[in-house]
């Protein structure tokens, strides 16, 4: 049996604490800031209802065979907290979060050949503390070797899809296209439905385009009709559907900006490519959020 922690019992944690510890061949404990008495998951084809063993404080924390990082992007130094008792005994370390900086946020807790970045495609929301719904099939994408084949048989005979990629710089990538234009969201404040209007369509799609510019200098293979297939998958999705950034401002909490659109950015100075619309989402973001005084 596989001993599992899981920092961070937001949407996408508590969905894979629900699904691992339905196997009944993993021992699930989630880390988490308060107590849990109780987790339900709505998943497309059942309810998921279970009593989870939850740690609360770093203190508490047992080595385990392996962590799963769910928390926020700009949570790492809390989050690192947990790791000393967690990877005692050599825990591999999988990090579900959004970007392509998955190693670097974590290299000064943990040595990176123990990090396995995860790319999480898993349309899903937490309706309250207690309460998750998971709106389509979860696939998890890793990196194909041994790190990322014994991570994804943790998942057997769950239904939860692990891809095992030869080219995971690639997909990081372009899940950070994807991720790039949900900032307008997080501006406008209108859910998916909105990229049905052409001239916000064409602003993501110009976000996108600083991504694939900037990504293909990083290494990754990108294709010139990835903004349009960005766009054809925002207006897939259900109308009322909110990404992350959406939900964090309506909720009043931090964004994953840096991680989403703020590495575009920093590393497109790196390679001297210019990133104006990015930066400009940027800058409206951040003002739209701050407090008013």
Avoid at 141 to 164: K, M
Avoid at 207 to 213: G, H
Avoid at 252 to 275: F, M, S, W, Y
Wanted: glycine share 8%; with cysteine; proline share 8%.
């Amino acid at each position: 049996m596989a001993r599992i922690a899981i920092i961070g019992p937001g949407a996408i944690g508590g969905i894979m604490a629900a699904w691992l510890q339905r196997t009944g061949a993993n021992e699930v404990t989630l880390c988490a800031r308060r107590p849990l008495a109780r987790l339900t998951v709505d998943t497309p084809g059942a309810v998921i209802d279970f009593v989870p063993t939850v740690w609360t404080d770093p203190r508490q924390a047992q080595p385990v065979d392996w962590v799963l990082i769910a928390t926020k992007a700009y949570d790492a130094e809390p989050t690192g907290r947990w790791l000393e008792g967690l990877t005692a005994k050599g825990a591999s370390v999988a990090v579900l979060q959004n970007g392509v900086e998955h190693r670097e946020r974590f290299a000064p807790y943990i040595p990176a050949g123990r990090i396995l970045p995860v790319v999480v495609e898993l349309p899903a929301e937490r309706l309250d503390p207690t309460h998750i719904r998971q709106r389509g099939r979860a696939r998890l994408i890793v990196a194909d070797g041994p790190l990322g084949q014994a991570f994804a048989s943790l998942f057997a005979g769950t239904e939860i899809d692990i891809a095992l990629s030869p080219d995971f710089t690639s997909a990081a990538w372009v899940k950070l296209c994807f991720n790039c234009a949900g900032v307008v969201n997080g501006i406008v404040m209108q859910p998916a439905g909105v990229m049905n209007d052409e001239g916000i369509a064409e602003a993501s799609r110009n976000l996108v385009r600083e991504c694939i510019a900037v990504g293909r200098a990083e290494g990754a293979v990108l294709g010139d009709d990835l903004p349009d297939t960005v766009v054809a998958k925002y207006r897939l999705q259900p109308p009322d559907s909110l990404n992350s950034l959406h939900a964090d401002r309506l909720a009043g909490r931090p964004t994953e900006i840096d991680a989403r659109n703020g590495v575009i950015v920093r590393l497109g100075r790196k390679h001297g490519i210019p990133t104006p619309c990015n930066q400009m989402a940027i800058a409206l973001l951040q003002a739209l959020s701050e407090p008013k005084v």
